[in-house]
């Protein structure tokens, strides 16, 4: 039962059934803050990777929490490991890792900033209808860096 005074509900729930209820008002459902999408069968691989350690894992979730639109990210190693309380070679370490390991690309780019792309194969930050060209970009940024460092 609900009444627009109070904005309660009252139900009835039998004893033998455990039930746990969240309210959220409109106004939290209509959230301005920034949202990535992730495909979750990757995220599910990403756990069970056991060549990811604590601090592998760690340095991702923090690219994902700064990733830009389209899937860029720019931020300095030391930046990361005042924000994680991590030393900065260890930084250093994980993002070769992450690299090596399909997560990111480094982007040929002038200046000493370095600017990564993460892999929309594993979470984007796009218009949905804008992920095949997202994809396509990877695939692009990819063969060229490969050319380079042979």
């Known amino acids: 039962m609900m009444t627009d005074n109070d904005r309660s509900i009252t139900i009835e729930v039998p004893q033998d059934v455990h039930a746990v209820f969240y309210s959220w008002e409109k106004r939290h459902l209509k959230g301005k803050g920034s949202y990535i999408r992730v495909f979750q069968d990757v995220l599910l691989e990403m756990a069970k990777d056991r060549e990811l350690n604590l601090t592998d894992h760690r340095v991702l979730l923090l690219i994902l929490t700064k990733l830009g639109y389209e899937n860029f990210f720019s931020l300095s190693q030391t930046e990361m490991g005042e924000l994680l309380g991590i030393d900065r070679a260890n930084i ?11 997560f990111i690309t480094l982007l040929d780019t002038p ?40």
């Open 92 to 102: 250093s370490r994980s993002l070769q890792k992450l690299e090596g390991r399909g």
């Open 111 to 150: 200046g000493r900033k370095k600017v990564y792309m993460v892999n929309p194969h594993i979470v984007f930050k796009t218009k949905a209808k804008d992920l095949k060209e997202l994809e396509e970009d990877w695939a692009l940024v990819n063969s060229e860096h490969h050319k380079t460092s042979a």
